[in-house]
């Protein structure tokens, strides 16, 4: 009877819209709370553990004010790291710099066992990090905050973390990002906690799936721009880079819309 009421509840859960009053009130949620509820409904009706890892990076970007790129990084039980999603193409370039040097912020939270989170708001001058940190400056990144996901992870289940990276000095520094981390970090840890194992090599087809599809639409819009412009291939991809960060929308999303709806940018008579 219990487990009959439990499917009943979960499917009721998953169903309801995500602007629908709690059942408890109908007071306004929050948006840490709806990208929770949000969160909690991708856990029970994913069918991935990409999938899921993927709507918490998206999460974590909307929620952490300061975050201009999130990444996730996972351990396989042999030591090999690799990054599966992320919502930035720098993300990746951030943590594989990591995984060559290694050491990093990404790497000290996700060892196991490890600490709850890895802060820096300085990373040029983080004297842990004496090749990555003057790496990651160099590339505008001047803060970033690591945060495990499954600390006692045992084989063959994975250890991890959830990263995310600042422009600003100083960035995600507060109490309120901390928390808000280990909250999406805790969502995290449940989506690989899913299944006694997470195959490693369905997660590494997602991410160059993911990659192969990102790189294409990026060359689209690159290739656009240039035609249009007169740019370089680095000039356009620069365009579309400062272009994601004025409007705080992810790098793949300008080149998507841009290559989608490129006619509507045509001046009359053309």
């Known amino acids: 009877m ?42 029970l009706a994913a069918d991935s553990v990409a999938g899921a890892l993927e709507h918490v990076v998206d999460a974590a970007f909307e929620v952490l004010p300061d975050a201009d790129v999130v990444s996730v990084t996972l351990r396989s039980d042999d030591g090999r790291l690799h ?12 943590d594989e710099l990591q995984y060559r040097y290694g050491h990093g912020p990404c ?22 990090w004496p090749q990555f940190g003057p790496a ?56 690989l906690a899913h299944t006694e194992a997470v195959r490693l090599a369905d997660l590494r087809e997602a991410q160059l799936r993911t990659a192969l599809e990102t790189r ?3 060359g689209q819009a690159k290739g656009i721009l240039m035609n249009r412009r007169g740019l370089t291939a ?18 793949v999303e300008v080149a ?6 490129h006619a509507e940018l045509d001046p009359p008579g053309h």
């Open 107 to 128: 790497l000290d939270a996700a060892r196991t066992p490890g600490m709850a989170y890895k802060y820096a708001g300085n990373v040029a001058v983080e004297p842990e």
């Open 83 to 94: 990054t599966p999603v992320q919502t930035n193409p720098l993300a990746v370039e951030l």
């Open 136 to 191: 990651a400056a160099e590339r505008g990144v001047l803060s970033v905050l690591s945060t495990a996901l499954v600390p006692d992870a045992a084989p063959p289940r994975l250890s991890g973390a959830l990263n995310a990276y600042s422009r600003k000095l100083g960035g995600l520094g507060d109490a309120v990002s901390r928390d808000r981390a280990l909250l999406l970090a805790t969502h995290g840890s449940l989506a």
């Open 234 to 251: 680095e000039q356009a991809f620069d365009l579309l880079r400062r272009t994601s960060q004025e409007l705080n929308v992810k790098l």
């Open 2 to 43: 219990q487990d009959d009421a439990w499917r009943l509840d979960k499917a009721e859960f998953v169903d309801r819209p995500p602007d629908a009053p709690h059942p408890a009130g109908d007071q306004e949620q929050s948006p840490l709370a709806r990208q929770l509820t949000l969160l909690t409904k991708t856990l």
């Open 256 to 261: 998507r819309t841009l290559a989608a709806r």
């Open 216 to 218: 294409d639409v990026i």
